[in-house]
């Protein structure tokens, strides 16, 4: 089907930058929208940023204004480029897409795939 691998997640103080990536690869015929969640400890994931295949795009008011979200769709690739980081912005990261894959059958199918997640952790 569809496999995401995500990358750029680390220690940061607060303050500081990191730009997320998530190239998503396998039998893949379309891709419609492509996105980031996050799950701060002991709390549940939530929405952070989405791109639509044309290209508009939906934020978390939490992170309006610090974070932009991109894609590169010859590459199957989504970024999401994060400033001014705030210890509240710690943690896991997960990318999401959904679209259609092509099957052995040649015939196409949906997929909703995530990403295994990366850590983000800001320092105060």
């Known amino acids: 089907q569809v496999q995401l691998v995500e990358s750029g997640g680390g220690l940061v103080q607060a303050g500081g930058s990191l730009r997320l990536s998530c190239a998503a690869s396998?039998?893949?015929?379309?891709?419609?929208?492509m996105g980031w969640y996050r799950q701060p400890p002991g709390k549940q994931r939530e929405l952070v940023a989405t791109?639509?295949?044309?290209?508009?795009?939906n934020y978390a008011n939490s992170v309006k204004g610090r974070f932009t979200i991109s894609r590169d769709n010859a590459k199957n690739t989504v970024y999401l480029q994060m400033t001014s980081l705030k210890p509240e912005d710690t943690a896991v990261y997960y990318c999401?897409?959904?679209?259609?894959?092509?099957?052995?059958?040649?015939?196409?199918?949906?997929?909703?795939?995530w990403g295994q997640g990366t850590q983000v952790t800001v320092s105060s």
């Open positions: 791109i639509r295949s044309a290209g508009s795009t």
């Open positions: 396998g039998s893949i015929w379309s891709i419609n929208t």
């Open positions: 999401n897409t959904d679209g259609y894959y092509r099957g052995s059958d040649l015939f196409t199918y949906a997929f909703n795939s």
